[in-house]
Structure formats: structure tokens, C-alpha cells
């Protein structure tokens, strides 16, 4: 028996491999029938990129990822308002990189597979729910229909982890009365172009304009990623869908754009030369007031999805995953470990969900301004400098 792990994203990956260097064994199921390089950048933080590296990846991120230097924030002029540095500039002992969530996916994929065996994942397979025994004592019991022949199966485990995204069916058997994704009223667009470097060539910018904002970074191979984030409506329940594979059109985004001229970087080409254009809601949820139950617990997305504005998601749903490994490691850990996991991740978590919404909404137009708002939300997500470079590391030994 082994830990069935519902979902290969960044998150589940992580875990298979965390558990996999903890001496535990899993498998992975995921219910795309093949897994392609889907979506374009996103960053990893020192605090994730540690992880990362203690699992044996550092080389692997370091060829992959544009290790950045600086995040500027301008005016549409291209007017400098504040900048700081970030990763090893910063003092972290580990660099931030700007990297493709498809490229890191496939990273992780290959590592799981060369490590855990060619079968460790299981694709065109979905879980659709599960069940425990009173007590917890027994393991519990995945159920997963598989999409091709449309068989539903079951598959024994000592535990569930459900690390299965947004749209989560392990946390929807968890919490039925779960309500709707709350949307920010923010209208995201996504996409990679080919372009020139700018400013250093390892800055993130992120110029704002009123109701319309740009965050633009480069993630190699001469590829420079790009989010636009434009107010449509007023904050409120999602109604609609939420999906990462909706196409956007150039033509509706480039409007907002049309006119800002920073001078270092041309926007309306940028966007203009884009290939595929992805198309988002900017939602989040509530925090949960508990996770799991048993044997069976959640992580990244599936728990605690949240505002990208503080680049934190898939850094997070990686540290979710280093600690659950290591606390289903413990003597006793698949009963034990998952209420463990759950203390130390859920509030810290909860805190970054609350920090990147706070974020949003206080926006910040002055130096000073910016400087007290990412200071406050290095505090409040505990990513301090000092902290992570001193915190023990997470490698059971
Ligand atoms: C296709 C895709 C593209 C994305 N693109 C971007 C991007 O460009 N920029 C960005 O910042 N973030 C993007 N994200 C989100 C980002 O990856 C996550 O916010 C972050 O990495 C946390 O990851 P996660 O592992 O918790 O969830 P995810 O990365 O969402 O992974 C969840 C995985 O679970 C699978 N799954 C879902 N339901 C089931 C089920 N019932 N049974 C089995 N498997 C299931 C999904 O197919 C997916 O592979 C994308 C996510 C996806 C799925």
C-alpha cells in the first residue's frame, strides 16, 4: 500500500517526490489523459526554489528559470516608482526564478518517473471521491473512474492527498456545503511573447494605471511573460467557469493598453506578438476551518487558492507539500501526520490568502507606500529573509 496522490500538478508532483525521499511510497493520479506543458510563467520564490533544491532539483530549476533580480514598479510612462531586490540580491540563500509552469511540470514529471518508476503517475484517470473506515484505522479507499474505457475503479491507499487544483472533487467530498470561487471582479489575461530583454534582463515589472495593470517578467529563451489584470465588474461570487484553459483574444485586452509607452518596453507589441492568450477570473476562497479528515487531507489549490499577485501559489503548494511529507513520515505518520500537516500549514496559509487579497485592494501608488506593502506582506506570509534562511530544513534523515 501506498499514499495515492489525486492531481500531477506542481503541488502533487512535489509530494510524490517529497514522500518518495522520505522512503514512503505513491502514486500519482491524474485525470488529463496526457500531460503537456500547459500554462505559461510562473515564479518560485526562495522559500519554494529551498524545497525544490533539497529534493535534488536546483540544477534542473537553475538551467529552466530566469533567476530574478529586481522587481520594478512603474507609471504607464515607464517611470521608475520604487524597486526592490529580490532572491539572492534580497539575502536569501536561494534565488526567486521566473519560470514556465509547463517546463517545471514536465521537471518534476521526469523526476517522479525516474525515481518512483515509469507507472508512479497514472494519467486519464480521475478521482472521484473516497471512503474511510470509522476510526481511520484501515487505509482509506480511492475511488477513480478511468476516462478512456469510462471504468470506475478503486484503489487502496494508507492515505489521500488531494492535491487536485481549483476545481478539487477531494475537497468537494470533504466540504459539500462548500461555497462558490469569490471573484475579484479582475479579469486576468495571460501570455509569452518573444521580445528583447529589458532593464536588466532579470527584472519582473509591474505597472499600474488605474483600473488596469501590467506584470511582465522574462522566463528564457528569449520569452517574456506577461499578465494584464484589468477591473470588469465589482467583487462578488463567481458564477461562470474558472478554467486555466480558456483562450483569450488579443483584441480584447490590447484596448487597455493601446496607449502606454514605458519607453524600456513596447506593451501593445508585446501583447500584439503573443501566440496563445489565456483567459481568467482572478479568484480566490475563504480560508477553510479545517482541511481533512483521517487519512485524507488537501494541499495547494485544492486548500487554499488565493490572488496571484503575491506570486505565491505554486510556491506554497510546493511547502504544503515538503511538510506533508515529512509528517506522513513520522512513526504512525498516515494516521497522525495529516493533523499535524494541517497545523502547521493552515493558518500560515490563510495568512497568505489574507496578505495577497490585502495586496490587491491596497494597491500603492507612492515609494514609501510600496515599500510599507511589501514589507507587510513579507511579515505576514512569514517569508523574511532571516526566517527562511535559518528555518531547520524539512528532509526527515
Ligand atoms: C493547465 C494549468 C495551467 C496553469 N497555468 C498557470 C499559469 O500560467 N500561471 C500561474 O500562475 N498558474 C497557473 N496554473 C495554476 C498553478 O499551477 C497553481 O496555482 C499552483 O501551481 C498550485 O498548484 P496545484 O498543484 O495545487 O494545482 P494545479 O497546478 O492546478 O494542479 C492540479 C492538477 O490536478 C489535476 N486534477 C484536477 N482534478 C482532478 C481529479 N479529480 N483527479 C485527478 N486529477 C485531477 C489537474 O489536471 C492538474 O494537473 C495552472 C494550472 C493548470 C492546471
Not at 471573484?183 to 515589472?205: E, K, N, Y
Not at 487519512?295 to 506554497?316: E, F, I, K, W
Amino acid at each position: 500500500m501506498s499514499v495515492v496522490i489525486a492531481g500531477a500538478g506542481i503541488g502533487g508532483l512535489t509530494a510524490a517526490l517529497s514522500l518518495h525521499a522520505a522512503g514512503i511510497g505513491a502514486t500519482v493520479v491524474e485525470s488529463a489523459r496526457e500531460i503537456r506543458p500547459l500554462g505559461v510563467g510562473i515564479n518560485l520564490l526562495p522559500h519554494a526554489v529551498r524545497e525544490l533544491t533539497e529534493l535534488g532539483l536546483g540544477d534542473g530549476l537553475a538551467d529552466l528559470g530566469v533567476a530574478t533580480a529586481e522587481n520594478v514598479y512603474a507609471d504607464r510612462h515607464g517611470r521608475r516608482i520604487f524597486s526592490e531586490p529580490r532572491g539572492m540580491a534580497q539575502g536569501y540563500r536561494w534565488p526567486q526564478y521566473s519560470i514556465h509552469r509547463g517546463e517545471l511540470q514536465l521537471l518534476l514529471l521526469a523526476a517522479v518517473r525516474e525515481r518512483l518508476g515509469p507507472d508512479a503517475v497514472r494519467t486519464g484517470a480521475r478521482v472521484t471521491g473516497f471512503e474511510q473506515g470509522p476510526g481511520d484505522a484501515d487505509g482509506v479507499r480511492v475511488r477513480v473512474l478511468d476516462r478512456a474505457t469510462g471504468t470506475a475503479g478503486e484503489q487502496d491507499a494508507e492515505a489521500l492527498i488531494g492535491a487536485d487544483g481549483l476545481h478539487s472533487a477531494v475537497r468537494a467530498e470533504l466540504h459539500p456545503d462548500d461555497g462558490p470561487l469569490l471573484w475579484s471582479g479582475i479579469r486576468m489575461w495571460r501570455g509569452t511573447a518573444r521580445a528583447a530583454p529589458f532593464l536588466t534582463g532579470r527584472s519582473a515589472a509591474i505597472v499600474s494605471d488605474g483600473d488596469a495593470e501590467l506584470i511582465a517578467y522574462p522566463i528564457g529563451r528569449d520569452r517574456i511573460n506577461w499578465v494584464c489584470l484589468v477591473r470588469v465588474a465589482e467583487p462578488g461570487p463567481l458564477t461562470g467557469d474558472a478554467g486555466w484553459n480558456r483562450a483569450g483574444r488579443v483584441a480584447d485586452v490590447l484596448p487597455y493598453y493601446q496607449d502606454w509607452a514605458l519607453g524600456w518596453l513596447d506593451v501593445p507589441a508585446l501583447l500584439a506578438a503573443s501566440g496563445e492568450i489565456l483567459e481568467y477570473p482572478m479568484v480566490d476562497r475563504d480560508p477553510l476551518p479545517s482541511w481533512g479528515r483521517g487519512r485524507v487531507t488537501l494541499l495547494g489549490d485544492a486548500a487554499h487558492p488565493m490572488y496571484p499577485v503575491g506570486a505565491n501559489g505554486a510556491s506554497q503548494a510546493i511547502v504544503d507539500a515538503r511538510v506533508l511529507a515529512y509528517e506522513l513520515s513520522a512513526p504512525d505518520g498516515p494516521r497522525s501526520g495529516p493533523a499535524r500537516y494541517e497545523a502547521a500549514r493552515r493558518d500560515a496559509t490563510a495568512a497568505v490568502v489574507r496578505a495577497n487579497r490585502a495586496m490587491h485592494r491596497d494597491g500603492g501608488r507612492g515609494p514609501r507606500e510600496l515599500a510599507r506593502i511589501t514589507d507587510t506582506y513579507r511579515r505576514a506570509t512569514g517569508s523574511e529573509v532571516e526566517t527562511l534562511n535559518t528555518r531547520p530544513s524539512l528532509t526527515r534523515r
